[in-house]
Nanobody, 121 residues
């Protein structure tokens, strides 16, 4: 079983940085790829980062490339989303998800509850 929990969200100002963490208490974390997905108010969920099970490959879409990065530490069953130079349009609920590797949301079967990120202008 995979049980994901995100942390690290909060209220920040434009230009600030945040690092989100996603920890799996199910002890099977290292078998799965991990994605970070955000949902802005009134919008559909958007994948903003993904990383393979061993961290060997990552995907960052153009919308956040150069500002967001993803990493993981399988010994700690934790994945991270580093967000730099945050903008108000980055505001939303950020979820981590685990599943097969892919850049579409449908490949991820296990989801956390999300953490709120609010960027003030």
């Amino acid at each position: 079983q995979v049980h994901l929990a995100e942390s690290g969200g909060g209220l920040v100002q434009t230009g600030d940085s945040l690092r989100l963490s996603c920890i799996d208490s199910g002890q099977v974390f290292s078998y799965f790829a991990v994605a970070w997905v955000r949902q802005a108010p009134g919008k559909e969920r958007e994948l903003v980062a993904a990383i393979t099970w061993n961290g060997g490959t990552t995907h960052i879409p153009d919308s956040v490339k150069g500002r967001f990065s993803v990493s993981r530490d399988n010994d700690k069953s934790t994945a991270y989303l580093q967000m730099n130079n945050l903008k108000p349009e980055d505001t939303g609920v950020y979820y981590c998800a685990a599943g097969l590797w892919g850049t579409t949301l449908s490949t991820y079967d296990h989801w956390g509850q999300g953490t709120q990120v609010t960027v003030s202008s």
